[in-house]
């Protein structure tokens, strides 16, 4: 079944180190998108493309950069990590499902501690 | 931006009864209204969805229902079961297939 992937599924690191959350799909989708999720604030944009050459800031951007390497590969990098970093990491893309909509699909989330 | 305000926070029902979750959005120009279920550990799935040329929309035992002059849509689940324990979010978007922002969720617990 075509799908939306992540790696890695854990990771804790320290403060002040790089890391990189790696996203993947198989729908054939254009559209992919990073979200955090912190317990009682639900799901926040973190950035989002539209195409291989469209990069857009979402509403928390800050200390955050992303790539997109592929139409199939959307990479988030946290260049300086912060303990205020801990949080479930998900990647998504959009496009037509079972349903007929044109609705967003999640990828399985990265639960990232910084220490 | 666009806000999106979610309430409850957490709802407690008795299996058999219904539940009813409330959003509120603030720009009047979103058109998209999703329903996303978290089961515990999983990603979110879209269960319903609903755009501003529709008033209600059903599916089994769910129904959404939005009143855009208000700027409200609401997730409604009759003879709730153990199995519809889960976070809720609703979300808010300019079109389907565009960004979306989402409320803060609703944890909905099913007690048998």
Not at chain 2, 10 to 36: H, M, R
Not at chain 2, 81 to 109: H, I, M, W
Request: proline share 4%; net charge positive.
């Amino acid at each position: 079944d075509a799908d939306v992937t992540q790696t890695p599924r854990n990771r804790i690191t320290k403060t002040g180190k790089r890391i990189m959350l790696e996203c993947s799909q198989t729908k054939g989708h254009d559209r992919m998108y990073w979200y955090r999720q912190d317990p009682g604030l639900g799901l926040r944009l973190i950035y989002y493309s539209f195409d291989v050459k469209d990069i857009n800031k979402g509403e928390i951007s800050d200390g955050y950069s992303v790539s997109r390497q592929a139409q199939a590969k959307f990479s988030l990098s946290l260049e300086s990590a912060i303990p205020n970093q801990t949080a479930l990491y998900f990647c998504a893309t959009s496009g037509i499902g079972t349903s007929g909509s044109n609705e967003q699909f999640f990828g399985p989330g990265t639960r990232l501690t910084v220490l | 931006g666009e806000n999106v305000e979610q309430h409850p926070s957490t709802l407690s029902v008795q299996e058999g009864d219904s539940a009813v979750i409330k959003c509120t959005y603030s720009d009047s120009a979103s058109n998209y209204f999703p329903w996303y279920k978290q089961e515990l550990g999983k990603r979110p799935q879209l269960i319903i969805d609903i755009r501003s040329n529709v008033g209600e929309k059903k599916d089994q035992r769910i129904a959404v229902t939005l009143n855009k002059t208000a700027k409200h849509f609401s997730l409604h689940i009759t003879e709730t079961q153990p199995e519809d324990s889960a976070v809720y979010f609703c979300a808010a978007s300019l079109a389907a297939g565009n960004k979306l922002t989402f409320g803060g969720g609703t944890r909905v617990l099913v007690k048998p």
